[in-house]
């Protein structure tokens, strides 16, 4: 038989083949044990007589163990770049530059799992009952339009960060949760943006339940009667009512100018009050309207407010008038959600990290740092929740959701590990 010839390298420099074995070169890369070694072979050309290696990683400084561990320390713990390389430091004896932390946890958020493959891996069973958010965020320096969806059992299924807030982009993120993760709808709770209902009821059909926000609703109504104006006024009057009470006492002998101010200042801190407790009875007959259990205490409550209100706050209740189907969709099912802040939530979370890190240089980095985010927010065990959901204390929202993971190490299952 004919003797087989020996594959050669080509050189990365000359594209020679002319090549052949020039020794092994002993590597290591910095790890948290210290431990990990591996050998390179080197090649020599004899065309251009240069040296070279074939690596999959060339200049791979640091082993994937550390840059996970990096990650776990930064999202989990919640520190600082300056503050890890502080710490890899004093425990290691690494010197890391916070630029390269960034980079570490940039590599392994590009790792990080999608929403359609945590779905068809551990196959959560969803309640139906979803509440979905849209925020603006800044990304370095320039708005971008965060879209979040989270199902009852607290799991935030799915995420998005687009440039534009366009109709299309609603309509392609509830389609991306019917058609992609087959979610079965059975009731939505959103805030007030038109753009959600309209891409909702496109999607899901017009018959479908869809709750607003009560919370929202709320602070449309404290908007519209000036509500956090009476505040402030009321604060100050009493915030100079005190000044002026603790200069008098340190006196020997009062005032009569002072005295006079604080008189005055006191019957017009008893005016501002009084339409300040006005509108606070009207966001109490408010509440009682929304938050009843049954339709006929809500309607009850509603005749009241409408005579009251009518004349001295038309605008609230026309306000209320629209949307007053909506407002209590929630008596029709008791686990539809009222309000929409657990989405909400992790849109601020997401903010704030956005306002600590700001070292993303384009919109695709920041995408998959909210995906990993969003990945370790599902597999990260609830600790404070109290009443209905104390049961839940020690469970991920994955697993409240009965999806199969056998621990909550959100690492080791929310990303996809380097071959």
């Known amino acids: 038989m004919p003797q087989r010839k020996k594959r050669r390298m080509r050189c990365n420099y000359c594209g020679s083949l002319e090549t052949h074995k020039h020794g092994k070169r002993t590597i290591t890369p910095k790890s948290l044990s210290r431990r990990t070694t591996t050998q390179v072979q080197r090649y020599r050309c004899q065309s251009c007589e240069r040296t070279f290696v074939q690596r999959k990683e060339k200049k791979k400084q640091y082993t994937f163990g550390f840059q996970r561990e990096i990650t776990r320390m930064h999202v989990e713990e919640r520190m600082s770049y300056r503050i890890i390389a502080k710490r890899v430091r004093e425990q290691w004896g690494y010197r890391v530059s916070p630029k390269s932390l960034c980079t570490m946890v940039n590599t392994v958020a590009r790792l990080s799992k999608s929403s359609v493959e945590i ?34 059992s607290g799991d935030p299924l799915h995420s998005e960060l687009h440039t534009e807030s366009v109709q299309e982009v609603y309509d392609e993120f509830f389609l991306y949760l019917r058609d992609r993760l087959g979610y079965k709808l059975r009731a939505l ?86 339409v300040y407790q006005d509108k606070n009875l009207l966001l109490e007959r408010f509440r009682k309207c929304v938050f009843a259990a049954t339709r006929e205490t809500s309607e009850h409550c509603w005749k009241t407010f409408r005579r009251i209100y009518s004349k001295r706050y038309a605008n609230v209740v026309r306000f209320i008038a629209s949307h007053w189907k909506a407002l209590l969709e929630h008596q029709r099912d008791p686990q539809i959600l009222k309000t929409n802040v657990r989405a909400e939530n992790m849109n601020k979370q997401f903010e704030r990290r956005l306002k600590t890190i700001e070292a993303f240089q384009s919109v695709e980095t920041a995408f998959q740092y909210q995906n990993l985010y969003r990945n370790y927010l599902r597999f990260k065990p609830y600790t404070d929740c109290r009443g209905v959901r104390k049961t839940c204390n020690g469970l991920s929202p994955l697993q409240v959701a009965q999806a199969g993971i056998p621990s909550n190490n959100w690492l080791k299952y929310a990303i996809r590990y380097p071959k």
């Open 119 to 152: 779905q068809q891996e551990y196959l959560p069973r969803w309640s139906g009952y979803l509440t979905v958010d849209d925020k603006w965020v800044r990304v370095k320096g320039t708005r971008h339009l965060s879209l979040v969806a989270v199902d009852n």
């Open 189 to 274: 709770t959103t805030d007030f943006d038109t753009r959600l209902s309209k891409a909702a009821r496109r999607v899901f059909g017009t018959d479908m339940t869809h709750q607003k926000c009560l919370w929202h609703a709320t602070e449309i109504v404290k908007a519209l009667i000036d509500y956090p104006q009476a505040q402030r006024r009321v604060k100050n009057l009493r915030r100079q009512i005190e000044t002026l009470e603790e200069s008098l006492a340190d006196r020997k002998q009062s005032s009569y100018d002072t005295n006079k101010m604080l008189q005055g200042l006191k019957v017009q801190l008893k005016d501002v009050d009084a």
